[in-house]
Structures are given as C-alpha cells and as structure tokens.
C-alpha cells in the first residue's frame, strides 16, 4: 500500500523551461509536505515543504502547490537549469505518526 | 550549524559477515534519528527510527539491527549479511517535521 506516489519514472525538459514533478497521497491524515532533490550516490537534499493549511509555498526557482481535494501536491522549478537534473522525492507525515513516507522519485532531466 | 557524517562511504562484504555503519550528528540536541535504504532503482525505505538514546522502532523485518549508544549516534548492525542487504544506506535526523539526511554509505555483498 503505497502512500505516497510519484507516477512519472522520468521527466525530461529544455532548459529555461519549466519543470513540474507531480505527487499524490492517499492519506488525509498528511498535514506536511517536503521535496528532496538527490544526486548519485549523495544523500537526499531537502528544497522546499508546505504545511495543509497553505496551498503554495514558493522559493526562489521552487514553488510547491498542495491541492488537498485532489491529495495531490507538485514541485515547479522555473526557470529549469541543467544543475537541476536530479532524481525529485515527494514524502509527506502527519503529526500522529511523526515518520516521512517518500514516494518513489522522478528523474528529472534538463537539456541545454 | 548542524552536521551528519556517516562512515564508511562504501564498503564491500561477503555474505554472512557482519555489518556496522556508524552515523553521528554536530550542532544539535536529542535529535530523531533515522536509517533509510535504497535499493538500485528504488525508493526510500525506512528501517529504523529513534527519539532518544537506548529507543529504537524497527519499520521491517529484517536482519539489521540499530542501537543509539549517545544522543547523536546511531548505529546500523547486522551479525550475517544477505545479498539482499546491498543498497545505499542513508542516515537522517530531525529536530521537527523536515528530516535532514547524510551523505550515504554504499553497501555491496557479495
């Protein structure tokens, strides 16, 4: 029973272009949401999170829109730089159970 | 500032040897500690989590063992690897809900 999922394996786009990576929960209990970006054979870097009671967190290049009825929440990165090609994780928690759930990543890759 | 390390960077063992990947955590207090696994291709597994030195939760059974002997130090044991056990092994600690992870550890048996 997966959670979390991130139905795109792999996601290709052109440099100055923007990206979406997609996530969708199943969980209404989640009430906090986080993307990682992570490099070969580095740990995961935390980019962005949004808390239930907003619907968009923006930073920098990076905004994060959550829609709640939909248990479904993205990552857009604007303008999309090749240092950007990545692998993305979604993973969301809730205050109950404390623990990140992390959907399965999508690569992210960005054409010059 | 707060820091993760974790050692070795990569190992190669044979099967049916033992195991101890040691993470410690710079610039904060009674943090929660987390062992996460990827295996090649895959996503994010948790494997055990701690709130406090001596408290361990184990999220699959498994031949890995973890102990907090100190507040910032976790380690991931097991007594006879499975070939099943390779994968890259992740380290993370958090103070409130963002989890920070370490560098990694890349386990090969063979």
């Known amino acids: 029973d997966q959670q979390v999922k991130q139905n795109s394996p792999s996601l290709s786009v052109q440099e100055g272009r923007i990206s979406i990576l997609n996530c969708d929960y199943t969980?209404?209990?989640?009430?906090?949401f986080l993307w990682y970006k992570k490099y070969p054979a580095e740990g995961p870097t935390f980019l962005i999170s949004?808390?239930?009671?907003?619907d968009k967190n923006e930073d920098g290049r990076f905004t994060v829109f959550l829609n709640k009825s939909a248990k479904h929440l993205s990552l857009h990165i604007v303008p999309s730089q090749p240092g950007d090609s990545a692998v993305y994780f979604c993973?969301?928690?809730?205050?109950?159970?404390?623990?990140?759930?992390f959907g399965q990543g999508t690569e992210l890759s960005v054409k010059p | 500032s707060q820091t993760i390390h974790q050692w070795p960077a990569t190992l190669v063992q044979p099967v049916g040897s033992p195991l101890s990947l040691e993470c410690t955590v710079e610039?904060?207090?009674?943090?929660?500690l987390y062992w996460y696994r990827q295996a090649a291709g895959r996503g994010l597994q948790l494997l055990f989590y701690?709130?406090?030195?001596?408290?361990i939760s184990s999220e699959v059974p498994q031949n890995l063992s973890a102990s907090r002997p100190q507040d910032r130090q976790f380690i991931l044991s097991s007594k006879k690897l499975l070939l099943s056990d390779s994968g890259f092994y992740l380290c993370?600690?958090?103070?409130?809900?963002?989890?920070?992870f370490g560098p990694g550890t890349r386990l090969t048996v063979l």
């Open positions: 993370a600690w958090s103070v409130e809900e963002t989890q920070y």
């Open positions: 969980n209404s209990m989640f009430d906090y």
């Open positions: 949004i808390s239930s009671i907003k």
């Open positions: 993973a969301a928690s809730s205050r109950e159970g404390g623990k990140l759930i």
């Open positions: 610039g904060t207090s009674n943090p929660n």
């Open positions: 701690s709130v406090g030195i001596g408290q």
